[in-house]
Structure formats: structure tokens, C-alpha cells
């Protein structure tokens, strides 16, 4: 394990350079070239280019690109009647989709939390959407949801909570709702994971503690679980508000928008104008459209978990 | 002291309650999907649904491997996912490892990039990275979509992995360097061994993102025969329409075996990697 394997003393100038390129301040980035190179061709060029189309018109057979300033975004918000629609859902969407996500994963991770039998069934129980493709999971869900030979209408009607068959995904009134569904049930099982390790956290003497001191279970609640859990319940809330509010997968799978595009989101708008339609440019401006209102989002995120780190 | 029996009683029932309630919203589908792969065409279109086939039949399974490219599907998106996790895995133990050992300029900005890289609309990168793959013929290739994986895999799973080569004594690889190792060798002998649950994280996450990944894949790949599962399946739904539930939810089970086996092995450390920098502990 000697390093003086070089017994012949090297040129001046190739020393020099040898000695600088072993020095501890490049050293690091031997170890990140070569991570650091794709990243940046493969995020930041996509990201810029992605913005620089927004303001063109880009022809995808003849390559032609011809700037166009604003005049794509000035189309979409005056002229598209899609657009406003796709926005809204895409708000209700979200909003509802990470409410109810976190709700159910700290319901669920309470649950976990306490030292009961079989917990590690539920427990895998509970996480296993996590490995179901969002195509099978709307597939799966699809026929569920099925008016004629779905289960979903089949129980409500046993049960007698409805009277005649619903089409779920077919029925504007519930078609936006039933996608949702699949969305918090793909997003649930991150969300009991952050939760239930946010918990796990929480000594158990500060439970006994809190009882001793005479706090109720709601009290325990309320002054102790809510504020340990603070920070991972952040971070669990900006990344579901993040991935539901970019999500295409199984909305493409399930309604593919329809019916009358009451389950139309911007992503899926962005995407059939690029493939469809063709419309680059056009649909570039509403990918831009959706970073411009992730910006808040992507930037508590980021600030959130350098600061735990630091 | 009864008081307090009670009260514990009335909780474990309570969350016996809820998890039987969440577990079947989330259990359910699978359970759905997997019986049904074993049943045959009446059962399938009955007024009653069936949850377990009375007579079980192995029809779908055969149909879908012998009469469909499923097959085929299964092992393009087994190599597009295996080429994949081993690209992530080299590239990402670098880098996770110069951030966790290093101090150098740009270190904070490139850890806000992998933080945020993450997070843009799948589509705003879709159709640049389309563009640009086209022009370099990489459209229609397994290369084009594992070069756009591994990029999705690798800002979360180097940060990731920095956050649990950080709970990785320095001084391990220090001792073994004074005992004469150079650094490569005291990466490889001393730090990787004990980094592995980690590093097995990663390859979980970027297999999984490679495996079930949709909108690229439906994107860039024009031959049939090219297709992996999560395309493969949607496709094989298109044409053949909502008529043959078996078999999709044979195709269905297919694609999640591989993802749960792999699942069920790495959980503890999937889990402890995800959460190794959101909490502190």
C-alpha cells in the first residue's frame, strides 16, 4: 500500500498539476462530476429549454422555431376556454386530495402508533399501494367503479346508501371525485410512512408525563403529538401538494379529462396539446403556467429541509 | 388502576377499527385484482360480483403470457428497470458521498437543486426532453427511456443517500486511511459495507420509479414490441376494450409481483431511507 511506487521524480509542470489535481478542495468533485454533469443536462437544460418554448412556436417535424413573445400565454388566459377549468379542478383537486391524505395518514399512523398485535400486518396492509403502478391502480379502480359489474356500486346498493347504479367516472358530477380517490389512495401510504416516523419519534415519557400532569387524551393530543409532528407533517403536505398538483398518470388512464372535461387537468391539458395537437409551444406555456404556481410550494419545501438539515 | 385498563382497551379498539377500515380501502383492490386473475369469463360478468371464484383457472395467465406480448412487455420493463437502478446506484453513491464528506463551493446550491429538481411538472420536462431526444435519435429506444429515469431517480436518491451516509461515522473511513487504505479503498472496503442499507434504498426507489413510470414511456416509445408493462397493459386495454377483466388483472398481477417481492424485502430500509431526512431522531 505504498505511494511511492514512482521512484522516477516527474517533470516540473506534470508535478505541479499532479499535486493540485490530488488536492483536498477538487477531490470532491472527481466523486460529483459524474453526477452532476447528467443532472444538469437532464434537469436544467430541460427546465430552461422548456421555458424558452413557452414563448415560441416550435414545429415538431421541420423543427422551425419562431419566438412569439406572450402570445401564447395571452391565448390560454383569453382565449382557451379549457384553461380556466383545468385551473380550477386542478385546484380543487389538490387541495382536496391533500387534505384528505394527511388526514387519513395521521388517523392511520395513530393507529400504528400504538403497541398493538398484528401491527405489522396493518402496517404492510396499509403501505401497499405504494407499489401499484398508477396505470394498474386506475385500471383496478376502473372497474370498481364500473356502473354494471363494479363493486363499489354493487356494496352502496346492499347496503341501500344508493338506489340505482352510478357511472362513477361517467357522470360529470362524480367523475372529478372518483379520480381523487385513486390519487389519495396511491398517495396515502408516503403519507402514514413521514407520519408514523414523525411519531415514532415522540418518547413515550412525554405521554406519561403529560397523563400524570393531568392531560386528557385530547390534551396529549392537542400539546404534544401536534407540535412534534409539525415538521414532518410540513413536509408531508408540500410533497403530496407538489405530486397531486403535478399528477398525470391515472387521471390520463381513468377519464383521460372527460366527461366534458370536468376531470381536465393541467397536465393533462399541457400533455394533449403537445402530443395530440402538436402545439409545443402552447403546451410548454401551460407546463410553465403550473411551475409559475409551484414556485411557493417548491421553494417552503426546499427551505424546510435545508434547514433540518443545517 | 382499572381506570386505566379500560381506557387502554378502548383504545387498542379504536385502532383496531380504523385500520380495519383503511386497510380494506387499501388492501382491496388487490385482493380484487388478484382473484379475479383467477377467474373465468361468467364470473367476471356477474350482477353479484364474486370476490373468490368458486372454480379458480389458470385460462388468464395463459392466455395473457401465450396470446399477448405481455411477456415481451415483462422483460423490456425488467431491463429498462435493471439498467436503471444500476446507473442510479453508481452515480448517486458519488455524489451522495461528496456531499456527505466534502466541503466545496456550490455545495448548498447543488443541494437545493437535488432538493427541487424533484419537483417540476412532469410536462414542462417531458416535451424539452422529447424534443431534444429526438434530435439525437434516442426516441424509440430503451437508451432514451433509461437516460430519462436514471434522471428522475437521481436528485431525490442522492439526497437521500447523503442524508444516510451522514449517520455514517467519518471516522471509519479516516482510521482505515491511517492504517493505509487510500480513500477509494476505504470507501470499498470499510464505508460501503456499512452504508449498504442505504444504498439498498436506492436501488429500490429508482427501480420502482423505472418500473411503474408512465407518461415518458408512453411518450417515446412507437413499437409495440418496445413497450414495458405500464404502456403495455394500457395498450393492450385500448384494443381490446373493458371486456376481458381477467386478463388485464392477470396482466395487472404481472407487473406488481416483482415491485412487492422487492417491496417486501426492503421495506425497513425504503423507510428508513425516505424518512432519514425528514426526521431527526
Known amino acids: 500500500m505504498s505511494t511511492k511506487t514512482l521512484s522516477v521524480p516527474l517533470p516540473e509542470g506534470l508535478e505541479r498539476l499532479s499535486r493540485r489535481l490530488s488536492n483536498r478542495h477538487i477531490t470532491p468533485y472527481y466523486y460529483l462530476l459524474p453526477t452532476v454533469i447528467p443532472l444538469l443536462l437532464l434537469t436544467v437544460y430541460p427546465l430552461l429549454r422548456g421555458i424558452y418554448l413557452a414563448f415560441t412556436q416550435y414545429n415538431l417535424y421541420n423543427k422551425d422555431t419562431t419566438l412569439v413573445g406572450t402570445f401564447n400565454f395571452i391565448e390560454l388566459t383569453t382565449n382557451d376556454t379549457l384553461f380556466w377549468g383545468a385551473l380550477a379542478n386542478n385546484i380543487i383537486w389538490t387541495v382536496g386530495i391533500v387534505f384528505i391524505t394527511y388526514m387519513l395518514g395521521l388517523f392511520t399512523s395513530i393507529a400504528l402508533n400504538e403497541n398493538i398485535p398484528l401491527r405489522g400486518l396493518f402496517r404492510g396492509l396499509a403501505l401497499i399501494p405504494w407499489v401499484c403502478p398508477a396505470v394498474v391502480a386506475a385500471l383496478t379502480w376502473r372497474w370498481i367503479f364500473d356502473p354494471h359489474f363494479g363493486m363499489l356500486n354493487y356494496a352502496l346498493m346492499e347496503i341501500g346508501l344508493i338506489d340505482r347504479q352510478i357511472g362513477w367516472l361517467g357522470d360529470k358530477n362524480t367523475a372529478l371525485a372518483a379520480t381523487m380517490v385513486v390519487a389519495i389512495w396511491k398517495l396515502l401510504p408516503f403519507s402514514v410512512v413521514m407520519l408514523l416516523a414523525g411519531l415514532q419519534t415522540v418518547p413515550e415519557e412525554l405521554y406519561e408525563a403529560g397523563a400524570i400532569d393531568g392531560a386528557g387524551v385530547l390534551g396529549r393530543f392537542r400539546y404534544i403529538t401536534v407540535p412534534l409532528l409539525n415538521r414532518v407533517g410540513k413536509i408531508a403536505i408540500l410533497l403530496t401538494t407538489i405530486w397531486a398538483f403535478n399528477h398525470f398518470d391515472s387521471v390520463y388512464v381513468l377519464t383521460g379529462g372527460g366527461p366534458g372535461d370536468t376531470t381536465m387537468l393541467l397536465s393533462i391539458m399541457s400533455y394533449l396539446n403537445a402530443f395530440r395537437f402538436f402545439k409545443i409551444g402552447y403546451a410548454s406555456a401551460v407546463g410553465v403556467v403550473m411551475l409559475i404556481l409551484l414556485l411557493l410550494p417548491i421553494t417552503l419545501y426546499t427551505r424546510q429541509v435545508l434547514e433540518d438539515v443545517e | 388502576m382499572e381506570q386505566f385498563v379500560r381506557r387502554r382497551l378502548v383504545r387498542y379498539v379504536l385502532a383496531y377499527a380504523w385500520l380495519l377500515i383503511i ?169 460501503l459495507p456499512v452504508a449498504a442499507p442505504g444504498i439498498a434504498a436506492v436501488a429500490l426507489f429508482a427501480f420502482t420509479i423505472a418500473w411503474q413510470e408512465f407518461m415518458f414511456a408512453l411518450t417515446m416509445m412507437k413499437d409495440q414490441e418496445k413497450y414495458p408493462l405500464s404502456v403495455g397493459i394500457n395498450f393492450f386495454v385500448g384494443i381490446a376494450g373493458s371486456v376481458v377483466w381477467g386478463n388485464i388483472m392477470a396482466m395487472a398481477v404481472l407487473i406488481i409481483v416483482p415491485g412487492l417481492i422487492f417491496f417486501l424485502f426492503l421495506q425497513r430500509y425504503m423507510i428508513s431511507g425516505l424518512t432519514a431526512g425528514a426526521v431527526k431522531g
Open chain 2, 23 to 191: 386497510s380494506t380501502f387499501t388492501a382491496f383492490p388487490f385482493l380484487w385484482m388478484l382473484t379475479s386473475s383467477f377467474k373465468a369469463r361468467p364470473e367476471i360478468f356477474t350482477r353479484i360480483p364474486v370476490l373468490f371464484p368458486k372454480e379458480p383457472t389458470l385460462a388468464n395467465y395463459n392466455y395473457v403470457l401465450t396470446e399477448t406480448p405481455a411477456g415481451r412487455y415483462f422483460l423490456n420493463s425488467l431491463y429498462i428497470a435493471t439498467v436503471t437502478t444500476l446507473l442510479a446506484l453508481v452515480l448517486t453513491t458519488l455524489g451522495a458521498y461528496a456531499l456527505s464528506r466534502f466541503q466545496f463551493r456550490m455545495r448548498r446550491s447543488l443541494g437545493v437543486w437535488l432538493i427541487a429538481g424533484q419537483m417540476f411538472p412532469g410536462v414542462l420536462m417531458l416535451i424539452p426532453l422529447f424534443v431534444t431526444l429526438t434530435r439525437l435519435n434516442l426516441v424509440n429506444t430503451y437508451a432514451g427511456l433509461i437516460i430519462v429515469y436514471t434522471m428522475g431517480a437521481l436528485p431525490f436518491s442522492t439526497w437521500m443517500l447523503k442524508g444516510y451516509f451522514d449517520t455514517v461515522p467519518r471516522e471509519l473511513e479516516d482510521s482505515a486511511m491511517i492504517d493505509g487504505c487510500s480513500r477509494v479503498g476505504a470507501i470499498r472496503r470499510v464505508f
